[in-house]
């Protein structure tokens, strides 16, 4: 292993603070987290930002609204890969100051920035800790405006449950997730094709702030989606919320809601901060434990 993988140090105490319940302990402990972030904030502002423009600039009057757009996503995406958080509060604060709602804000801005992010990873300019780190701050920006980052216990309230349906055979993509869902706070139970009633008495006995699902065909869409009831109806979590993933979604995102699910996300870096959002929807709404 490299030696920059093994040399952690204590974070500054800001650091800690702001990224504490949403970056795994081993990634924020590293001792590289400041240099590598000023590091990728100079080849974002040399490299990425000015082929964007260009690009930009070739579309703007076929679809000026849609490039106004792009340009708060990116740059949101861009203060997320950096040093200051307060710079991200800001620059979301202007949105919503504009009279725009959270909801509206995470449908077109947030969510968006973190499936932007998974772009920079598979075109290889950001790394797996660039990214969890940028996530883990949109995470953290979704709690500041939704008042659920001062929690009690916020920690032990961040679990998930991801599963594959039984007959899933493409279980990759359902891995990734589970990887940035750890990397990113959070505390990850994996059952890969259990059994449905596993995963319903599962939920019934213990609390999960979300469960995960991941369906790659159109095969069985029915049973899916009394599943999703049975669990919504077994789970001592009355507010637990559902998300799913897989090709099918991918092709239809609108067939998540019409299964009973709560969305589904793109990529992995958007499942985490999906994760989020129902994670404060269910505290806003009040979590029921054991009833």
């Not at 990728?40 to 082929?51: G, N, T, Y």
């Not at 709602?101 to 077109?108: E, K």
Request: charged share 20%; net charge negative; with cysteine.
């Amino acid at each position: 292993m490299p030696a920059q993988d093994t040399a952690f140090s204590t974070p500054p105490p800001q650091h800690t603070a702001m990224d504490a319940h949403f970056v795994a302990p081993d990634i924020i402990r590293r001792s590289d987290v400041f240099a590598r972030r000023a590091k990728l904030l100079r080849i974002v502002s040399a490299d990425v930002i000015p082929r964007l423009t260009l690009h930009h600039r070739a579309e703007a009057q076929a679809a000026t609204a849609t490039l106004a757009r792009d340009n708060e996503i990116q740059s949101l995406a861009h203060l997320v890969l950096g040093t200051d958080l307060q710079a991200a509060i800001d620059f979301v604060t202007g949105l919503r100051d504009r009279g725009v709602s959270m909801d509206t804000l995470f449908v077109d801005v947030l969510e968006p920035a973190a499936r932007y992010l998974g772009h920079l990873w598979d075109e290889d300019i950001c790394d797996f800790i660039d990214v969890t780190l940028a996530v883990g701050r949109l995470q953290h920006l979704l709690a500041v405006f939704n008042d659920t980052d001062g929690l009690p216990a916020i920690n032990k309230k961040r679990l998930v449950l991801m599963t594959t349906m039984p007959d899933e055979q493409h279980v990759f993509g359902a891995a990734m997730v589970e990887k940035f869902l750890s990397a990113g706070g959070w505390n990850v139970q994996s059952e890969p094709a259990a059994p449905r009633e596993t995963i319903a008495s599962l939920v019934e006995r213990r609390w999960f702030a979300v469960v995960g699902l991941t369906k790659s065909c159109d095969r069985g869409l029915d049973e899916l989606a009394a599943f999703i009831a049975t669990i919504r109806a077994r789970s001592c979590n009355r507010a637990v919320g559902i998300m799913v993933g897989g090709p099918v979604f991918t092709a239809d995102p609108g067939l998540a809601v019409r299964l009973g699910a709560d969305a589904t996300a793109l990529n992995a870096p958007a499942a985490v901060v999906l994760a989020q959002k129902l994670f404060d929807k269910g505290a806003k709404t009040g979590w029921q434990e054991g009833a």
